[in-house]
């Protein structure tokens, strides 16, 4: 890669392509269940409340292997460690589809969820590897189009599926996708060699940090399900997830440098500030990402696969600003980028709330495609200014 003038080579973006499409499997995945699941409820003769462990429990899951990553890539070639997660998402994949209850199929979301929570966190950090920090704004951009496009995608060909052919094919699809990875892996991404063999995994700080994502998480889908915060369950997860936060911080400060997530990356402000900003926007985000189906659905009356097709303006709009954030994020730093990306998103959101079953769908596209352009200027920045 030419750094200095800032263009990214074909070898170099090759490899970041090759890292992205590893990813494709679980970004679709993730959320193309969610359309699932009154199918799987009726087939699997289970409940919404069982059935619904087979979202969450990825999520935990997935949660759980992150703490594990940085210590895989310092023990490990990151190309064998990518690999595995693909392999192991790929077999999770093949399990779910042959599930023959809701709790078979709550397992074999589980392993799915750990691979997914792999391969993830190694996409970004192996892609900050591979192109170095001058570019970083250009390449998290350009590759980062199926981390955007996914969500807007996965409800759509679920949609597809469900309505078409079955459930198991929500699982099977990810079957080809996997292999094409795994071939690809082996044929083009080169190694990243292991960091630090000498390192020792912090099993006491993965444990707090799991058990504290873990238990919030529970906590808050407790929240979801009772339509509120203030009952005992939620209070009582929630506590005791922030109890072992709490330790953690500790534990880090007593070991430090050794901890699997140092407390010294916090003394940059950039870093907080772009840490803080991807939690509340990839929750603004992402709720809208469930919430606008249900509105096309319940309110506007349309099938599942209408609700779907009836986001493509918001993704048409991230197309048009993802070339333009990676240069200008580059160029001018993730601040002035996201801030005017807020402020686009505001305007694309604002109008929901006079929307009704009567609106034109044309104006809501209309605001749904600068809705599109906003906020495909908010998390790449973000994620490019954290890992830089």
């Not at 310092?74 to 589809?97: H, M, P, R, T, Y």
């Not at 970083?136 to 996914?150: C, D, H, K, S, Y």
Request: with cysteine.
């Amino acid at each position: 890669m030419n750094q200095k003038e800032g263009i990214i080579d074909k070898t170099t973006m090759t490899t970041a392509w090759v890292l992205v499409f590893g990813a494709l499997a679980p970004l679709l995945d993730s959320t193309m269940i969610n359309i699932a699941v009154h199918s799987l409820v009726r087939n699997l003769h289970s409940s919404v409340s069982t059935i619904q462990w087979a979202v969450t429990g990825y999520v935990l899951a997935t949660a759980i292997a992150v703490t594990f990553s940085s210590w895989l890539l310092n023990q490990f070639d990151g190309k064998k460690v990518f690999l595995a997660g693909e392999i192991i998402f790929a077999f999770g994949s093949v399990l779910s589809a042959l599930a023959i209850n809701a709790q078979f199929l709550i397992g074999a979301r589980l392993i799915q969820g750990f691979a997914g929570g792999i391969i993830m966190p190694l996409l970004t950090t192996l892609l900050v590897q591979t192109a170095g920090q001058k570019v970083m704004g250009q390449m998290m951009a350009t590759v980062g189009l199926p981390i955007i496009i996914g969500p807007l995608v996965g409800p759509i060909i679920g949609g597809i599926i469900i309505k078409y052919l079955s459930w198991q094919w929500i699982f099977w699809v990810n079957v080809p996708v996997a292999v094409i990875s795994i071939l690809l892996i082996l044929w083009k991404m080169p190694s990243y060699p292991a960091q630090n063999k000498s390192a020792k995994m912090d099993f006491v700080g993965i444990v707090f940090l799991a058990g504290a994502t873990t238990s919030m998480i529970y906590g808050i889908v407790k929240a979801a399900r009772k339509a509120s915060f203030a009952n005992k369950d939620t209070l009582l997860f929630i506590g005791l997830g922030l109890a072992l936060a709490l330790l953690y911080v500790f534990w880090a400060m007593r070991i430090k440098d050794k901890a699997v997530l140092p407390l010294n990356l916090f003394k940059y402000r950039s870093f907080n500030g772009s840490v803080l900003g991807l939690l509340i926007a990839g929750t603004v985000l992402n709720g809208a990402m469930l919430a606008l189906p249900l509105f096309f659905q319940e309110v506007c009356g349309m099938s599942v696969m209408m609700a779907g097709l009836a986001l493509i303006p918001q993704g048409a709009g991230m197309l048009v600003s993802r070339t333009l954030t990676g240069k200008l994020t580059d160029k001018f730093g993730a601040k002035y980028v996201v801030l005017t990306s807020l402020i686009i998103t505001f305007i694309g959101t604002i109008p929901f709330y006079w929307f009704n079953h009567e609106t034109s769908y044309w104006i809501i596209a209309l605001v749904l495609f600068v809705r599109g352009i906003g906020a495909g200027g908010i998390l790449m920045p973000l994620m490019a200014d954290s890992y830089t």
